[in-house]
């Protein structure tokens, strides 16, 4: 009899055990945001990024900051790097890529992250996407800032006297920049508006209104 009781009352833990280890993964998991902040060079995605990665306890990762890191230490992915971005041009698809992946990886601990500047190819996009799914999650949406030309044009030109940044220092550079996200960048949106989770976001108004339009996004997600 003792045997029974001692059988049936591990075979309850074991389930029980079981049961709470899958309900509270997926729990996890349910709260686990990954984000695209998206939008034209200089319409504040690094700005936001980095106040709303304290508010979310997430990680920003943004490519061109790690770009510039590489630059700074002249290593050999610096100075490959460096050629694209001084002209305002997109960095090759599988330097990139090979580098956000090693970047994500080193986070195990990581709430979501924030992805600012990247994915900005199709390319990029897929294989963002496929490499969540390998780790059992997956984008939980993208927010795009939405700023006029001009705008941009007036906020890197005046960010160029003290930033030190190549890319900001000359108008024609800048140009270049808005129209490489025209073309190669800004058929990301459509790529991720097709599956329902793109969403636009004015980036006009002080830094705290759009702070404030972002985070309630983010909540909503
Ligand atoms: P990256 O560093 O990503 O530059 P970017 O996208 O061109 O954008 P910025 O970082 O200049 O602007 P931001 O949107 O972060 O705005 P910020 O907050 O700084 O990329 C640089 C280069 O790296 C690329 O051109 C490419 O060569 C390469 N690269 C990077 N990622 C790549 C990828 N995935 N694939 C291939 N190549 C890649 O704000 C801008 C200015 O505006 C600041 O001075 C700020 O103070 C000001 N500001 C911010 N908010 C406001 C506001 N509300 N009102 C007024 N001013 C504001
Ligand atoms: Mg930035």
Do not use: C
Request: net charge neutral.
């Amino acid at each position: 009899m003792n045997n029974l009781i001692s059988y049936i009352s591990r075979q309850w833990n074991y389930f029980k055990n079981r049961f709470f280890n899958i309900v509270g993964k997926s729990q996890l998991n349910k709260f686990m945001k990954h984000i695209i902040l998206f939008g034209p060079p200089g319409s504040g995605k690094g700005t936001q990024a980095k106040q709303l990665e304290k508010k979310f306890n997430m990680i920003h990762i943004s490519t061109g900051d790690l770009f510039r890191y590489e630059i700074g230490n002249k290593t050999p992915l610096g100075i490959e790097a460096q050629a694209y971005m001084d002209q305002g041009r997109l960095v090759p698809d599988e330097v990139t890529i090979g580098m956000l992946k090693n970047r994500v990886n080193k986070h195990p601990e990581a709430n979501g992250f924030i992805f600012d500047g990247f994915p900005r190819t199709i390319p990029q996009s897929q294989a963002l996407d496929q490499f969540l799914n390998e780790r059992g999650e997956e984008l939980s949406g993208l927010i795009s800032l939405k700023v006029d030309d001009e705008e941009i044009v007036v906020r890197l030109l005046d960010r160029g006297k003290t930033s030190g940044r190549a890319d900001d220092a000359s108008e024609a550079v800048i140009r270049k920049r808005i129209e490489v996200y025209n073309d190669q960048t800004a058929p990301v949106f459509n790529y991720y508006d097709d599956k329902g989770k793109a969403q636009e976001v004015e980036g006009v108004g002080t830094i705290d209104e759009i702070f404030n339009r972002l985070s309630s996004t983010i909540e909503a997600l």
